[in-house]
Every structure is written in structure tokens, then in C-alpha cells.
Nanobody, 123 residues
Framework: QTQLVESGGGLVQAGDSLRLSCSAS???????IGWFRQAPGKERELVAT????????YYPDSVRGRFTISRDRTKNTVYLQMNSLKSEDTAVYYC?????????????????WGQGTQVTVSS
């Protein structure tokens, strides 16, 4: 059973940076990993995804240039570096393991999910 555990969330001010970590079980080492977020009353949205070996990444326009996803395969950990945070980045952030080795943007292609970590950005 693949397990993922997020950490690193918290309360920050607009313009600050935060790094989230996703500790994954070894069974996810050959899977793409995605970071999603869900704000109250809104649908879950993808904010970053990375392929199994880190050679491919994808970001939506809303975070491109501010967020960076990376993975350390020796630690089975995927990171989400978030810079220049805005109040609209406030959400619960989830990491998830894809069914595929490469990047994929649809939530339906992610099989295993973490429990989420809250990120709150005050303006």
C-alpha cells in the first residue's frame, strides 16, 4: 500500500515563502507525483506535477514562476517550494501518486493521496 504524508504547511504573510514536503513510501518511487490544493468552496486543482525521475514537470499558469516541484529519490520525498505567496494560495495542499511514471494533470489519474497540510497566507 502506497502512503504519502505531507508536512510543512503553516501561516505566512503575503510575499513569504514556504516549502512543503511529501514523504512517500518506496512503492511510489516509479510514479509521477502531483501537488494539488483545495480551498473552501472550490474544486481541487493541480498546482505542480513531476515525473518519476524528475526530468519532467508541469505547472498551471496560476503558479508558474512562483512554485517549484522537485524530488529526492534517495529520500522518497517530493518538495513544493512556494515563493511570493498570495492570499489566493490559501488552501489545503495534498500530494498524490499518479498511476503513471510521467506527468499527468487530471486528478482522476492519481491513485494514492496524502491527508493534506493547511497553508494560510495572510494579506
Amino acid at each position: 500500500q502506497t502512503q504519502l504524508v505531507e508536512s510543512g504547511g503553516g501561516l505566512v504573510q503575503a510575499g513569504d515563502s514556504l516549502r512543503l514536503s511529501c514523504s512517500a513510501s518506496r512503492t511510489a518511487s516509479n510514479n509521477g507525483i502531483g501537488w494539488f490544493r483545495q480551498a473552501p468552496g472550490k474544486e481541487r486543482e493541480l498546482v505542480a506535477t513531476i515525473s518519476w525521475n524528475g526530468d519532467r514537470t508541469y505547472y498551471p499558469d496560476s503558479v508558474r514562476g512562483r512554485f517549484t516541484i522537485s524530488r529526492d529519490r534517495t529520500k522518497n520525498t517530493v518538495y513544493l517550494q512556494m515563493n511570493s505567496l498570495k492570499s489566493e494560495d490559501t488552501a489545503v495542499y495534498y500530494c498524490a501518486a499518479s498511476l503513471y511514471a510521467t506527468t499527468t494533470t487530471s486528478a482522476a489519474n492519481y491513485r494514492y493521496w496524502g491527508q493534506g497540510t493547511q497553508v494560510t497566507v495572510s494579506s
